[in-house]
């Protein structure tokens, strides 16, 4: 699927029961300047509808919908990540812990976006000794280095600290490796 990771979160969220901006950045984490920007392209692809209204306390208030369209994808890609969990159960099954890692290392969200979607769960995880695949490598989101309890590690926080740019997709969960945040400030 060739959707960027923030665009389906912020469906998701808008499908799930997230109505405002608000709403959006609770359930995704996205910073306010990148959600304005992605809910411009969501909105002129038609995937989401926005109108003014007003709020509890009279102020306005932009209310944002998810169209048909948008729902299609959402659905679309709760049945990829379907697939995609059976393909971990398969490897899991079967032993096969180094293509367990390596799945993991070329779809770095999968498990997260099954969480967020509600496809698995924690204790579904628990249950099946399965956990590290949220937890166990902490992987610089950038070059998928390692990151070590001692490493030195970036989060979006560090990022917005310092104005740098923060790489596509990279939610509050992710991490820097000292040398590709370096390289962020090199592209101010
Ligand atoms: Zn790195």
Redesign the pocket.
Known sequence: MDIDHNDIRILGALKMDAKTLGDIKDRTGINSEELENILGILESSKLITSTAGTGLFGQSKIFIKITENGSGIIDEYVEFLHTKWEEIINFAAAGEREKLDQFMIDNPFLVKNMIFFKVIDLPLLGRLNLRFLLEGKNL??????ELGRFTQKFSIKDCNKFGFKIPSGMTVEDN??A??FDNLANNI
């Open positions: 610089c989101y950038q070059c998928k280095k820097l490796c040398s590709c």
